[in-house]
Structures are given as structure tokens and as C-alpha cells.
């Protein structure tokens, strides 16, 4: 069964950083690209996010680009997700979300619980 | 923000048809990219529904069912259920944006 745990979520002030996990079970992690995707309270679905398998593509939604970094260790079954100079509009759920390939195929077929981020001073 | 327009919600009665537009433009669905299906129960994480505009993971029935013309999609639920009831969004990919964007969401509500 595929299971994607986030952590790290927690309550931040504007302008400071906060780094998200996402342990990976029940499928052969480093065979499949990931993804962040988010939803702040009561809203819709943006997402943050893309890293292929072997790390070597990476992309980022224009809101978080140059603020966010997206990593993963393939030897420990993660994805993490970097943010700093954090703004109250980064407020919301981060689901962590499995990508069908090992490349973007631009969809998600398993998405985790979620880790709530709330940046306010 | 979202790119994807959908009506904020529906209804039926039970064992009833509804259906869900999803509207997009000339960089995204009329582009040609595949549109995408998620079912979002309260308090849970998203679902995936339809794939690759038509298509149904294992384990979803086949209430259930996608088609896409030109620049929208839509989403078909055949006999409505009380368990029906949730949020449901579309997803594609935009060129201009270069990168997913998903729809505005539409509530389900069965009466």
C-alpha cells in the first residue's frame, strides 16, 4: 500500500524558513517522480512543485520560485521541501503527491495526509 | 488563481446524474493537455478520480466517468450516493504557465 507521511508543518513568522518531509512506503520510491502541492484553508488546489526521480529536473510554480527548494534522498525513501523568506500567503495544507512516471507526467495518483504550514507574526 | 473554471457547486438526488464542467483556455486544455480528476472528501486528502481525461484507477467505480472537447472537460457521476458527497477538482497542465493548474473546485452536495 502506498503511503506518503508529511512532517515538519508548524506555525513560522513572516520572513523565516521551514522545512518540509514526506516519508515514502509501499512502492519503489526512487523509480517515480514527486510532487508539493497546497491548499490554503477553505481554498483550491495550487501546486509548488515538481523533482523527476534522479533529481535532475526540478520545477517550481512562479509563487514560490527563488524561495522554495525541492530535494529528495532516494536512500532514505524522502522528499523535502525548503521554504524561506515565508509570507502569510504561504499559509496552507502541503500535500506531499506521487507522480505516476519517473518523469512529470503532470498529474498525481497518491497524495498524503498533508502538513499544515501557517505563517503569521 | 486557479486557471480552471468550475461551477462552486452541484446537486442531485440520490440516483440521479451530474455532471461538472471544467473550462480552460488555448494553454492548457485546448493545448491538447490531458485533463485530470480529483475527489476530496472533507477533512481528507485528495483522490485521484479520472486520469488522461477518460481513464479510472483501480478501485473507482464506474459511476464515474470523464470526456474533454476543445478547451473543457467534464466529469459525470451516474447515480448519485450519499458517500458522492465531496469536493471535486480538475487538473491539467498550462504551457503559458509551465506547470499544473487545477480548477476552482465544485461541491457536491446530494439531497
Known amino acids: 500500500e502506498v503511503q506518503l507521511v508529511e512532517s515538519g508543518g508548524g506555525l513560522v513568522q513572516p520572513g523565516r524558513s521551514l522545512r518540509l518531509s514526506c516519508a515514502a512506503s509501499?512502492?519503489?520510491?526512487?523509480?517515480?517522480?514527486m510532487h508539493w502541492v497546497r491548499q490554503a484553508p477553505g481554498k483550491g488546489l495550487e501546486w509548488v512543485s515538481v523533482?523527476?526521480?534522479?533529481?535532475?529536473?526540478?520545477d517550481y510554480a512562479d509563487s514560490v520560485k527563488g524561495r522554495f527548494t525541492i530535494s529528495r534522498d532516494n536512500a532514505k525513501n524522502s522528499l523535502y521541501l525548503q521554504m524561506n523568506s515565508l509570507r502569510a500567503e504561504d499559509t496552507a495544507l502541503y500535500y506531499c503527491?506521487?507522480?505516476?512516471?519517473?518523469?512529470?507526467?503532470?498529474?498525481?495518483?497518491?497524495w498524503g495526509q498533508g502538513t499544515l504550514v501557517t505563517v503569521s507574526s | 488563481q486557479s486557471v480552471l473554471t468550475q461551477p462552486p457547486s452541484v446537486s442531485g438526488a440520490p440516483g440521479q446524474r451530474v455532471t461538472i464542467s471544467c473550462t480552460g483556455s488555448?494553454?492548457?486544455?485546448?493545448?491538447?493537455?490531458?485533463v485530470h480528476w480529483y475527489q476530496q472528501l472533507p477533512g481528507t486528502a485528495p483522490k485521484l478520480l479520472i486520469y488522461?481525461?477518460?481513464n479510472r484507477p483501480s478501485g473507482v467505480p464506474d459511476r464515474f466517468s470523464g470526456s474533454k472537447s476543445g478547451t473543457s472537460a467534464s466529469l459525470a457521476i451516474a447515480g448519485l450516493q450519499a458517500e458522492d458527497e465531496a469536493d471535486y477538482f480538475c487538473?491539467?497542465?498550462?504551457?503559458?504557465?509551465?506547470?499544473?493548474?487545477f480548477g476552482t473546485g465544485t461541491k457536491v452536495t446530494v439531497l
Open positions: 503527491a506521487k507522480d505516476p512516471s519517473g518523469y512529470d507526467s503532470n498529474y498525481f495518483d497518491y
Open positions: 509501499g512502492f519503489t520510491f526512487d523509480d517515480y517522480a
Open positions: 523533482i523527476t526521480w534522479n533529481s535532475v529536473s526540478i
Open positions: 488555448s494553454s492548457n486544455i485546448g493545448a491538447g493537455y490531458d
Open positions: 488522461g481525461n477518460t
Open positions: 487538473q491539467s497542465y498550462d504551457s503559458s504557465l509551465s506547470g499544473c493548474v
